[in-house]
């Protein structure tokens, strides 16, 4: 990891992943910023999961991101399954076609079929 979180709360560490997520989705960004707050969130999910805390990123399975819903179902599916396979076939269809694309990803990397877009 990058950056030492041993002081850091699971709250903050949750607060931290979300802002990442979050703010690596504006487009004035380089890509090398874009690249290290993903590399952050990661780090910050590894953190979370050393300690038995990665069950703090559930909540965000209902953020207002998609950035955010979509790499919390990521961490997730060992914890709460159905609801991330979920998620991700809602994100799937995403209108951010970065969003879709990853989700949709996830999904076959588990094996799982993309649902057609509900009416």
Avoid: F
Avoid at 14 to 34: F, K, M, Q
Avoid at 46 to 52: A, P, V
């Amino acid at each position: 990891m990058s950056e030492s979180y041993g002081n850091v709360s699971d709250d903050e560490l949750v607060a931290r992943y979300r802002t990442a997520l979050a703010n690596s989705i504006y487009g004035h960004l380089s890509d090398e910023s874009v690249e290290a707050l993903i590399v952050q969130s990661v780090d910050i999910a590894t953190e979370l999961k050393s300690r038995g805390s990665l069950s703090k990123l559930l909540p965000l399975l209902d953020d207002e991101s998609s950035h955010v819903r979509v790499g919390a179902a990521v961490n997730c599916l060992p914890l709460a399954r159905q609801k991330c396979i979920a998620t991700l076939q809602s994100l799937a269809h995403d209108r951010n076609p970065y969003v879709a694309a990853e989700a949709g990803l996830y999904l076959i990397r588990e094996g799982i079929k993309i649902e057609p877009k509900s009416k």
